[in-house]
């Protein structure tokens, strides 16, 4: 007992729980002193750092409905300004150390930049190697004269000198150098490094062709050192060329950069405005949703917008692309030189250079730009969040909600066509819904919190926290080190490798946790809120990234509702239930589960007085800090007396759909048969559909080991529920045979020493048997499946081959959710060029929905994607439906939580929206929406329905369980 002494269970006294952990308050308020402190006449690099006193007052006064609010009003509105201020200091301080290492190359914004420009600098180093093969002379911009280039022949003409990755080296080496130092960085030391790093390119390149050609003429056999005497005979074979090429190449492609680097006027003015607007606080460029309005304000593209192309300019100014908008035609004349060339006098030399320097307003708005181009990451909310909204202020439309003083973007992940389309639409019912769900006050479960830094401040490793420590690495065998023994050696070298890529996760998960217990410490004695926006389905995501409850088991174990309801009579019943469902035992009737509890009830009340005394008992749970937390709620319940039904509960316990792709599927196409394997048909026991998958993939291999299959023999006694569950539940979501196979093969891998390998230990043998038996079992796994859900598949394949006549009119797939939410699926064929440098190959890939689009992606993510949408369009409704009832409510996609004493009523609810939502002709109406876009395509009917009455669904008690 003494190991445990400081984590016993306090959920008997709060206020015991309060007194054994420091008061994070403290902590909060201490960064608002620190703000406050710093706030005054602070400057950093030009932004503002304060904020308005009248500002604050105002907002206070409009978002406060009483005095008592006023002071969490205030503490929010520091909380998002001081997140705001830390975000853009360390995005500074990233540029400049980049910057000053030679590295500015790397900055995301800069590489958008050398994109527009690679397509004009290679064409014109094409040009110009043209006319030195010709024997013509170069031409020099800076004088506008001839200068003879008979000296860059054969380096600059010869096959390996690529245009392409002769103008990526030298925009990498050229910008880095120009970002390096303010005052400029000498002309002669550029030139000089971009002719080194062409000729080492050249080498390289010219070496591994020949080293090629050489193979293929011996028959796939290398080439000996003594055969290498000719290649030393060629100048080019050198990583190094005489000092006046190099130069003198450099001194050709900085001209061709100064001449082709240039920007349109009105980007660095909307640069300064972006920068303006966001050191107001009003704004933060990459999360506001601006749409311009007005017929001189047309939206192209967010990563790559095409200008330039209708207007009489200089060849190297047509059809580049900035991430910006697009101006009016009469903005777009006016252009600035990206980089100066300035001559000054250096003291120390006691001579006059030259230097090359990026100018200084571009300098200023690529730091400032790149330093607000990335998203504050932002708390929970110690308020309610702002209701989502649509606004429209000098010419913008944009929507705004979530936090006091910063516009995040409604949409994540969506492309310009459906910000545009959202721009027009009704979106009421979506915000109503959204905001329903932000308005869930939550708080931490002090209890869990305790025992999950125990054990994270004792080493980890236990209850799915990652260990604090690494493995240790395997020593070389004896047998490799003496013998020299290639296949020992190769062995080890795998094992060396799966060790380091563990410890690399481990690291990764570490770095997770303690984000996660930061932001725990922070909050653990006020109660938040959680700001929601959604993705381009329609699927709904809390905004704070590093402590949600969609996040893992020890988030949601931590998270109470902050309201408190009563159990109610039948509220005890769905604590068992829900204690059982995480223990894994849910397969069973609520009865047997209630059952199963209250069997292990003398268990239940140990663990919640010593947890870390009785770890056998929660530590077996499928998710053993949500089981924690509720053998905590149960013990106190327990222990009430005998009001049970009064005692009040924030404990939130789940219902979660029955592999709910399917069942939607099952809804779409009346399919009474699939319907009854997911439980949209009353039964006395859950039906399962893994098990119902598993026993055909069963019967299949049974005749196939009758028949002496190899494969079906090795498998015999290793395929249950686990090694098929993952392969069904994302069968619905368009898994592919690759995708079941990898699935399948994982699962094989857990039981690796259990297959048959006729005497063989070698674990090259076990991960190639592994490989035929995963091939083999996806097939049947998959074909299992279709046999079951047979309407499902034609739904699929229905909504597949709309989407190939689709994308064949060069258009993206596009529909209308029952909430109102227009979807446009965002895959395009990116624009990418790929270059090989003397390092590695370099890809530059160009974005935007001006890009061709992605016919095959769009072809297999529609139907997952469409089902998707109808199942974020339900938990909404659901959500819109509580809220009106006064029921707390939260989800998880298909997992809807309230207090289990409104457990019943929201079982009504949820069944009772998602018959109203598929009495609707979904599939009728989608159809009519592609014919009415598409009339000259002949799309095919839509497939016949079954005979399911959908009705049945609100007397099915497995519907959601």
Known sequence: MGKTTGIKNQSTNDNLAQDSLCDSSSTIWDIEKEWRREAKDTKFRGVTLEFDDDELEQAIKNAANSIGEENLYQRQIILEKTTAKETLISNFEMIENMMSAGTGAKLKHVVKVMRTWMPKLTSAIKREQNKIRRGEPTIDLSHDIESDSSDLNPYLTNPWARAEEIAYLSLSVFISAALKDRGGVSVASVCNQ????????????????????????????????????????????????????SVRAGILLVQLIIHHAIAPQWWLEEGKRKWEASESGDQWQSTLSLIKGGDDHVLEGRDSLNICSDIEQPSSMQSFSFPMWSPTPS??????????????????????????????????????????????????????????????????????????????????GGGDMQSNAMRRADLSLLFEGLNAMGETPWRLNKSVYNVVKYIWDNGGGQAGLPPREDLVLPEIPDEARQKNDPEVLELWKKRVAKVEQNNANRHSLRC?????????????????????????????YPIPPHFNH???????????????????????????????????????????????TDSKLEKVLRVADDPMEHTDF??????????????????????????????????????????????????????????ASVNLVPSIRPQDVYTEVLKLVLAKLDQDEKDGHELALMLKGLVNRKVVKQTVMTSVYGVTFIGARDQIRARLREKMDMINLDGKDEEL?????????????????????????????NIMVWLSECSSLITSQKLPVCWITPLGLPVVQPYRRDCSYQIETTLQKVTLIDKGDQLPVHNQRHRSAFPPNFVHSLDSTHMLLTAMRCKKEGITYASVHDSYWTHPGKMDRMNEILREEFINLYERPILDDLSDSFKTRFPAVNFPPVPERGTLDLSVVQHSPYFFA
């Open 512 to 540: 997770d946790l303690e984000l996660k217990l930061t932001v725990m410490n922070h909050f653990l004695n006020d109660s938040f809120y959680f700001p929601y926006n959604i993705d381009f389905r329609g699927r709904t």
């Open 550 to 596: 969609l996040g893992a088991d020890v988030n949601r174990g931590v998270l109470l509702f902050d309201k408190a309801v009563p159990l109610g009579p039948r509220g005890m019943r769905w604590l068992k239930i829900h204690l059982a469902n995480l223990c894994g035992n849910d397969k069973v009737s609520f009865d047997e589960r209630e059952e199963w």
């Open 194 to 245: 971009i002719g080194k790093n062409i000729a080492e390119s050249v080498c390289k390149t010219r070496k591994k062709d020949l080293a090629k050609k050489r193979r293929r003429e011996r028959g796939g056999r290398g080439i000996s050192g003594k055969n290498n005497f000719e290649y030393d005979a060629d100048p080019l074979a050198r990583p190094f060329w005489p000092p006046n090429v």
């Open 765 to 793: 043998d076990v991960d190639k048997q592994i490989d035929e038996c995963s091939h083999y079992l996806a097939g049947l796994t998959l074909n299992s499946i279709t046999d079951l859900f047979n309407c499902a598949k």
């Open 331 to 412: 903005a777009k004349a006016q252009v600035v030189r990206v980089f100066e060339h300035t001559i000054r006098y250096d003291k120390e030399k006691k001579k006059y250079i030259g230097t090359i320097r990026v100018s200084p307003g571009v300098r200023s708005m690529i730091e400032k730009v790149h330093a607000i181009g990335y998203a504050p990451k932002h708390l929970p909310m110690l308020v309610k969040p702002r209701p989502w909204t649509k606004e429209h202020s000098e010419g913008y439309d944009f929507y705004s909600g979530g936090f006091l003083t910063f516009n995040f973007t409604l949409l994540r």
């Open 618 to 675: 929660w530590f077996e749970a499928d998710d053993p800090f949500q089981a924690l937390a509720t053998c905590f709620e149960i013990s106190k319940a327990h222990r009430s007396g005998s009001d049970l039904d009064n005692y009040k509960c924030r404990l939130p316990t789940h219902q979660d759909g029955s592999c709910n792709g399917l069942q939607h599927y099952a809804a779409l196409g009346r399919d009474e048969h699939g319907g």
